[in-house]
């Protein structure tokens, strides 16, 4: 168990002030797990908690930052990923991590464990647009961080409906599907009619002026007739891809304990 001194100071005060109990105490030493950097408190107890570990938005973060907090990820022995990473500090994150991978579209980086387990379920991401592809490149990175199998399926758009029919054998026995969609914002309402599985709605930006910046795609899928039709933020493809990844895993068999 890690836990930075000034954290334990203040249990200690509380102790001897009797604001809590010293079962209370001993508790919240079993359940104080971060890790302190120059510039963050690492969660290092969300992979107990939530299943994975933290994602680190490299948006406003410093290469040296990112790099301390991928350091007491990988003393974890967790698999590290970052989303929004702009190419300079990529390139510095390659230097001092070259077992990393970049996704220089998607704009993440992962630095994964020596042995990983098998994939499990089963993820398509699909964008209605080729702009449409940094967004659903995020998604479909962080699904396979994720440990699931993800097929990219990219233009399929309604303007030409003819494709999306091709395409419909690569992605109705999916677990999940990711649409990222700018414009109008209508693919996912299409794909939903045609899928028993969640499908996960991507506004992005992509459009002209009265797209208002992925606003109409987003109040267009909000409003989406399909009932099994979601929708995460504008250019949100981390959270459609996460999404994607907890269904994909909780729609995985289970080996029962013998």
């Known amino acids: 168990m890690e836990i930075e001194k000034t954290q334990l100071l203040e249990l200690l005060e509380s102790l001897s002030r009797g604001d809590v109990s010293p079962e209370g105490l001993i508790e919240q030493l079993e359940t104080a797990r971060s890790v302190g950097t120059h510039d963050a408190q690492v969660d290092v107890d969300r992979q107990q908690r939530c299943g994975f570990p933290e ?3 490299c948006e406003g973060k410093t290469a040296a930052a990112i790099a301390d907090i ?3 990820l990988i003393a974890q022995e967790q698999d590290c990923f970052g989303t929004r ?3 300079d500090k990529a390139e510095s994150l390659l230097e001092w991590f070259p077992e990393a991978q970049h996704n220089g579209v998607a704009r993440t980086i992962r630095i994964p464990q020596p042995v990983l387990p098998e994939p499990v379920g089963n993820v398509v991401v699909i964008t209605a647009g080729t702009g449409d592809r940094p967004v659903a490149e995020e998604a479909v990175e962080t699904a396979r961080w994720m440990g699931c199998n993800v097929r990219l399926i990219v233009d399929i758009g309604v303007a030409g409906p003819h494709r999306l029919l091709q395409e419909k054998p690569n992605f109705v026995g999916a677990d999940a599907v990711v649409v990222a969609a700018g414009m109008e914002g209508a ?4 794909v939903g009619g045609h899928v028993a599985c969640p499908v996960i709605a991507v506004p992005t930006s992509i ?3 009265a797209s208002f910046g ?3 795609a987003l109040l267009g899928m909000i409003n989406s007739c399909a009932a099994n039709v979601t929708v995460v933020n504008i250019d949100a493809g981390f959270k459609g891809g996460y999404l994607a990844g907890l269904i994909a895993h ?3 068999p289970r080996v029962s304990p013998s």
């Open 214 to 216: 992925g606003l109409a």
């Open 207 to 209: 459009g002209y002026g």
């Open 250 to 252: 909780q729609s995985a």
């Open 85 to 87: 990473l702009s190419a």
């Open 70 to 72: 991928f350091r007491v």
């Open 187 to 190: 693919l996912p309402s299409v």
């Open 55 to 57: 994602v680190v938005f």
